[in-house]
């Protein structure tokens, strides 16, 4: 249970909704550290790089298009466990098994339109820090650790 980062994302169905707000205020009021936030829309070609590991499979394409077609909020959210603990606020990938209360289970009814995105291990978070951030990330001091944090 270590300090450590996550790259967390609103996809552009997220944006279009209307759930910036709703989701980085999760994040917020959990006690993690926002360090890093920026709009972005981007191309298929980054995509293609951010989603590398699932070329291949069949819904690839349109998995591409869906988050090359607006503007996602990107974002890095540091704590102790963030990256896990981002999981479980995000919920599970599947719908019929993304639980009420979670990000996916009270916004998302389809795997393809599922809002958000989090890493999936400290090691990935890395990666995808440095992709979308290449000019880095903030460094300040929270005032509330102590109170966060034993
Ligand atoms: P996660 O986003 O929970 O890490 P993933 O990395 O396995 O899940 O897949 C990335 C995204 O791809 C996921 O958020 C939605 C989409 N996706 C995954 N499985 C899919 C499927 N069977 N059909 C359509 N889209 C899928
Ligand atoms: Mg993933």
Known sequence: SKQERSFIMI?????????VGEIIA??????????????????????????????????????VKYMSAGPVVAMVWEGRDAVKTGRVMLGATKPLESAPGTIRGDYAIDVGRNICHGSDSVESAEKEIKLWFPEGIIQYTSVVESQVFE
């Open 26 to 63: 999760r994040f917020e009021k959990r006690g993690f550290k926002l360090v890093a936030l920026k709009m972005i829309h981007e191309s298929p070609e980054f995509l293609e790089k951010h989603y590398a590991d699932l070329k291949g499979k069949p819904f690839f394409p349109g998995l």
């Open 11 to 19: 996809k552009p169905d997220g944006v279009q909704r209307g759930l």
